[in-house]
């Protein structure tokens, strides 16, 4: 089984960019836009590691999701 991976980064581009590099490991890598989506995909399949941009748009920001 490969390993999951959660990016949850706004920037769409570094997003992609992020994701590719680690599909190209072989790894799974889901994407979440914001920190909302972020907490959506942890609770419905908890991910091996997550990549979390602090600086989230203003509704929550990476330290919230944490929380």
Do not use: W, Y
Not at 28 to 35: E, K, L, R
Not at 36 to 41: D, M, P
């Amino acid at each position: 089984m490969s390993e999951q991976i959660l990016v949850v980064e706004d920037e769409k581009a570094i997003a992609a960019f992020v994701q590719t590099a680690l599909e190209r490991e072989g790894l799974v890598v889901q994407v979440a836009n914001d920190g909302a989506a972020a907490l959506a995909h942890i609770r419905a399949s908890p991910p091996d590691l997550i990549l979390l941009d602090l600086m989230l748009t203003p509704e929550m920001d990476g330290f919230e999701v944490t929380k």
